[in-house]
């Protein structure tokens, strides 16, 4: 976002299609607090893994564009070589923190833009 804001190149890696499952810091919290609640009710000794995401990949080039959107200005793409050991797409499997914990996330990811846009701008 702050390069986006100043006109900046922003480095991107391999050609914009690989995926991740960008999720807002509010639903991730409540998520933690949901399963901290549900790991102290139970008996002593009692762990679970829950993924906590947003179960919807978002590509990176559409991620840039809509920080652009959100920012106000046309992203300058600087293309790097794809880094090695990385994978084209990531996202948590909600299935067990949904039906455990009830997690359900709520913010749209454009939104979620909006809201780390604002609070940046207070900042920068």
């Given at each position: ?19 991740r499952d960008y ?52 992203p300058i793409i ?47």
């Amino acid at each position: 976002m702050r390069l986006i804001a100043k006109q900046q190149p922003i480095p991107v890696f391999g050609d914009g299609t690989s995926s991740r499952d960008y999720t807002n810091i509010e639903d991730i919290l409540q998520g933690v607090l949901v399963a901290s609640e549900r790991v102290a009710e139970a008996e002593s000794g009692f762990y679970r893994i829950w993924n906590l995401g947003n179960s919807e990949p978002i590509r990176l080039d559409e991620m840039i564009s809509l920080i652009g959107k959100v920012v106000g200005q046309e992203p300058i793409i600087d293309t790097k070589p794809m880094q090695t050991g990385d994978v084209n797409r990531t996202y948590a499997d909600l299935s067990r923190a949904r039906r455990e914990l009830g997690y359900d996330p709520a913010c749209p990811f454009e939104e979620g833009l909006r809201l780390q846009w604002a609070w940046l701008k207070e900042r920068m």
